[in-house]
């Protein structure tokens, strides 16, 4: 049984920082590029951050670049994403998912993800 579970999600105020981890289980972790997405009510899944395999090529949005990293710990089979600087636009349920293959680079498709999380709230109060 393949299982994602994040963690990390809770309240905080602008400019505050927060850590999200993602630890999978029921896959071989390596093999898979992983990726942060989330979601505000009313509005679509946006795609924040991916982390390839092997190589460890990232992207990240525009919205976050410079304040988001992600990382992965391959013998711990977690994903982390490192949240500073935060603001009122980042509150959204943060999903972690992940994608078999994907060497050399990652994307934030939804559609390309073959296994998901149950998310983890974040909220940002000014």
């Known amino acids: 049984e393949v299982q994602l579970v994040e963690s990390g999600g809770g309240s905080v105020q602008a400019g505050g920082s927060l850590r999200l981890s993602c630890t999978a289980s029921?896959?071989?972790?390596?093999?898979?590029?992983m990726g942060w997405f989330r979601q505000a009510p009313g509005k679509e899944r946006e795609g924040v951050s991916c982390?390839?395999?092997?190589?460890?090529?990232?992207y990240y949005a525009d919205s976050v670049k410079g304040r988001f990293t992600i990382s992965r710990d391959n013998a711990k089979n977690t994903v982390y994403l490192q949240m500073n600087s935060l603001k009122p636009e980042d509150t959204a349920m943060y999903y972690c998912?992940?994608?078999?293959?994907?060497?050399?680079?990652?994307?934030?498709?939804?559609?390309?993800?073959?296994?998901w999380g149950q998310g983890t709230q974040v909220t940002v109060s000014s």
């Open positions: 029921g896959l071989t972790f390596d093999d898979y590029a």
């Open positions: 982390i390839s395999r092997t190589v460890g090529a990232t």
């Open positions: 998912a992940a994608r078999n293959g994907g060497m050399l680079h990652c994307e934030v498709l939804p559609d390309e993800y073959n296994y």
